[in-house]
């Protein structure tokens, strides 16, 4: 059975499916499209951040897939097809573009990014319409898009990996599959279902009801407007469309969003004169709208993490905005408004009874909680926020502004009076502590280090660069995450969290030493980052092989070891700093040791990875370093004689280098 007469207009048609994808073929299947599989070879790599909206990308990507189709059905001497149809969706959730998760990790990543909130759903779908004509092609594209809106329940880390183990998420937009055992994900649905699925076929229909049965212009009182699709008597109507034969008007169309709103402007008048049609219309831009507010769900969150929003609502029943307003001591109307963006922004739940924290604000916003990142949020308030406000200026002078941000010489900005006392400094260490364990597990498996008997962490102590952060005067630096949910232990951490730091308070020497028993770790730091070691000195059996050496790595002996490790240090300091470094750890290197490096790499160009560039923006308001490519991190590892460069990207945004010293 078919909706006839829409899809029964293809029946005598060659149409060709660009996709594989088992789900669109069953729903075309279902309406009784006849249809042949060619699956496009489109490599799916255009660059989303050119994109002003999600689905602007949704539909190209389904455009170019059936264009290379037809072209390479008419290049083959296939007999051409008369209608190419393309498809392609994505999941899109707080600005983020997910498409099908490369791996287990990667999809426990997107759906811990979707538990608990709502996401949208976007399909792009091209008609192609192909002619040959002195073996010429000749193709017309008709394109639109669908949205869905999906909301997903809570979901804990258990049901997370047993519904990932299930093989479903992985050849799926998003990482879920809403037809089958994903379905038992999904707390509401708000559009076409069969879009999430893959395919939306009613928005299909109407689009072939535009193709195949436009209005007839010359009587504007005979005009009908198909917002839905039409019956079949209103088809029959349309004689002088039928006698025309099955092939559509000769008529552009495009998206939902693009439909023709045509109306006679008098007697004389071209076509082309006579309607005005949306097609002109540049999309919304919606994508661009949220960066411009960007920097207010920030503050927004920063302010509720001062205020200790989340420490109250800790452990506690839902509490109404009034009741939360008295006791942190602001207004009940202003509080209300904060509480309902920090629901919105997924790290709040807002019922009848009131406002109560999620998993994501007790594990991450609660400022004592073991992996909190309250310290990292009240930093780039107190420090972060005011150093950005200066960026024109550290743009147009090429220097860090803390002269401006906190009257401070260019040449001392790490003697903050935030962080002077040891008090200060060592809450933001415990503050950090609990998440670098995470990073600094993917580091310490990222490569086989059986072979070395003693490692030295240089800089391990504090994070590195905590001159970002004022944190001391080490020299070190951290960058704060999103908040993201809680990670299956030592599982990588979702996309969005800014590179913690993997030395940070020693735990990359606890991990090194837990994954290698044999092996004797030090941690080179600083006398007064020394001073504040034993807070987080290891207990158990790693104790023994942890040893802590006071020291500045610029100028005093490095520790005797066979593996030196350099994480998140290089980036901080310009060329001429970083090759004073990695000349000192040569000096102190045999033949055959080893250098660890963990860094932001960018790629070749410069362009593609996000988080990377925002941290090279980053340093320039905050000091002199700056992120590089793995072919400078390969020159200079070269240049001080580190060969046979390993590279492993630990997800995120972070990467690990390994490179083995070689003899003279």
């Given at each position: ?523 080179f730091d600083l006398p007064d980052i020394m001073e504040l070691a034993a807070h987080f000195q290891p207990a158990g059996p790693q104790a023994a092989q942890i040893h802590f050496a006071a020291g500045d790595f610029f100028r005093d002996p490095l520790p005797s070891a066979e593996l030196y490790v350099l994480c998140r240090i290089l980036h901080d300091w310009p060329d001429a700093r970083v090759h004073k470094l990695l000349s000192r750890v040569a000096a102190s290197c045999k033949p055959g040791a080893g250098l660890l490096l963990v860094e932001t790499l960018l790629d070749e160009e410069e362009r593609e990875v996000q988080g990377a560039l925002i941290q090279s923006l980053n340093m320039l308001v905050q000091n002199e370093g700056r992120v590089r490519s793995l072919g400078e991190y390969q020159c200079l590892l070269e240049l001080h004689g580190f060969r046979q460069v390993q590279v492993v990207h630990l997800g995120g945004v972070l990467d690990a280098i390994l490179a083995t010293k070689m003899a003279p």
């Amino acid at each position: 059975m078919v909706l006839c007469p829409v899809i029964g207009k293809l029946l005598h048609k060659r149409v060709v499916l660009a996709s594989a994808s088992p789900r669109r073929q069953e729903i075309l299947s279902n309406a009784g499209l006849r249809f042949e599989v060619f699956p496009s070879k489109f490599k799916e790599k255009l660059d989303k951040a050119s994109f002003a909206t999600p689905y602007g990308y949704a539909m190209e990507t389904a455009k170019q897939k059936a264009l290379e189709v037809a072209n390479r059905m008419h290049q083959k001497d296939l007999r051409t097809p008369d209608v190419v149809i393309g498809a392609d969706t994505i999941v899109t959730v707080g600005g983020l573009i997910l498409e099908k998760p490369v791996d287990k990790q990667d999809a426990h990543r997107m759906l811990s990014l979707l538990s608990g909130r709502e996401h949208s759903v976007f399909t792009g779908v091209a008609i192609v319409q192909c002619s040959s004509k002195d073996h010429q092609l000749d193709t017309r594209v008709s394109e639109f898009y669908e949205e869905t809106k999906v909301k997903f329940s809570e979901l804990s880390e258990e049901l997370l990996w047993e519904y990932i183990h299930s093989g479903e998420p992985m050849d799926k937009a998003g990482g879920y599959g809403i037809q089958a055992l994903g379905g038992m994900l999904v707390e509401s649905v708000h559009g076409d279902f069969l879009n999430v699925v893959g395919f939306p076929l009613n928005h299909f229909c109407k689009q072939l009801v535009e193709l195949y049965y436009p209005p007839r212009l010359e009587d504007p009182r005979q005009r009908v407007n198909y917002d839905s699709i039409p019956t079949v008597d209103t088809f029959e109507d349309l004689s002088d469309v039928e006698r025309g034969g099955s092939e559509p008007a000769q008529r552009d169309t495009g998206s939902r969003d693009e439909k023709a709103d045509a109306g006679a402007m008098g007697q004389g008048m071209a076509e082309a004169e006579c309607h005005r049609t949306r097609e002109t219309l540049p999309p919304f831009p919606t994508r661009l709208l949220e960066l411009i507010d960007g920097f207010k769900l920030s503050k927004a969150l920063f302010t509720a993490c001062k205020l200790k929003v989340f420490d109250l609502l800790k452990d506690e029943a839902p509490q109404k905005a009034a009741d939360i307003a008295s006791k942190v001591d602001t207004s009940a109307c202003g509080t209300e408004r904060l509480l309902d963006i920090c629901a919105a922004m997924g790290v709040l739940k807002k019922t009848k009874q009131g406002y109560s924290n999620t998993e994501t604000a007790n594990l991450y916003l609660v400022s004592d909680g073991e992996y909190s990142l309250h310290g990292f949020i009240m930093q780039n308030n107190d420090l972060t926020w005011n150093l950005f406000t200066y960026l024109e200026f550290a743009i147009r002078e090429g220097r860090n502004q803390y002269h401006r941000a906190l009257g401070k010489k260019a040449e001392d900005p790490f003697q903050d009076v935030h962080y002077q006392s040891p008090e200060t400094r060592l809450r933001f260490m415990q503050a950090m502590h609990g998440m670098a364990k995470l990073t600094a597990r993917q580091v310490a498996t990222a490569f086989d280090l059986s072979c070395f008997s003693s490692a030295c962490d240089v800089g391990g102590l504090c994070p590195p660069h905590v001159a970002q952060s004022g944190c001391c005067s080490t020299g070190h630096r951290v960058y704060i995450p999103t908040a993201g949910r809680r990670r299956e232990e030592y599982s990588p951490p979702p996309l969005g969290w800014k590179d913690f730091p993997a030395g940070c308070t020693g735990a990359l020497a606890q991990e090194l030493a837990r994954e290698y028993p044999h092996l004797q770790v030090t941690v080179f730091d600083l006398p007064d980052i020394m001073e504040l070691a034993a807070h987080f000195q290891p207990a158990g059996p790693q104790a023994a092989q942890i040893h802590f050496a006071a020291g500045d790595f610029f100028r005093d002996p490095l520790p005797s070891a066979e593996l030196y490790v350099l994480c998140r240090i290089l980036h901080d300091w310009p060329d001429a700093r970083v090759h004073k470094l990695l000349s000192r750890v040569a000096a102190s290197c045999k033949p055959g040791a080893g250098l660890l490096l963990v860094e932001t790499l960018l790629d070749e160009e410069e362009r593609e990875v996000q988080g990377a560039l925002i941290q090279s923006l980053n340093m320039l308001v905050q000091n002199e370093g700056r992120v590089r490519s793995l072919g400078e991190y390969q020159c200079l590892l070269e240049l001080h004689g580190f060969r046979q460069v390993q590279v492993v990207h630990l997800g995120g945004v972070l990467d690990a280098i390994l490179a083995t010293k070689m003899a003279p």
